[in-house]
């Protein structure tokens, strides 16, 4: 059964780091752009990064640009996203997808996979 699975989730103190890991299974991620999403309590869904498939261009929402990098590693079928100086506002549940078209933040497009996603809590 084709599936993401994200881990990496947990409670951090404000300005630490923690690393999600998204992991494909039943197929390749070397063919997708890969993305990440949150949706924190009470408010809805938002882009927070992507990279894409064919020449690993990423891209970042403004809210964590220069706080958050992510990564893949196709040997793994993985794809990573460390977030450094985490804040109180980057509590969410966070979500990666697969997306067989060009990389994009938008929370709604058209998603070919879809994790059940990790829960991350900034909180001292």
């Known amino acids: 059964q084709a599936q993401l699975v994200e881990s990496g989730g947990g409670l951090v103190e404000p300005g630490g780091t923690l690393t999600l890991s998204c992991t494909a299974s039943?197929?390749?991620?070397?063919?997708?752009?890969i993305g990440w999403f949150r949706q924190a309590p009470g408010k809805g869904r938002e882009g927070v990064s992507c990279?894409?498939?064919?020449?690993?261009?990423?891209y970042y929402a403004d809210s964590v640009k220069g706080r958050f990098t992510i990564s893949r590693a196709n040997s793994k079928n993985t794809v990573y996203l460390q977030m450094d100086i985490v804040k109180p506002e980057d509590t969410a549940v966070y979500h990666c997808?697969?997306?067989?078209?060009?990389?994009?933040?938008?929370?709604?497009?058209?998603?070919?996979?879809w994790g059940r996603g990790t829960l991350v809590t900034v909180s001292s």
């Open positions: 039943g197929f390749s991620l070397d063919y997708y752009a």
């Open positions: 990279i894409s498939s064919t020449d690993g261009n990423t």
């Open positions: 997808a697969a997306l067989s078209d060009l990389c994009t933040l938008d929370p709604y497009s058209t998603v070919d996979y």
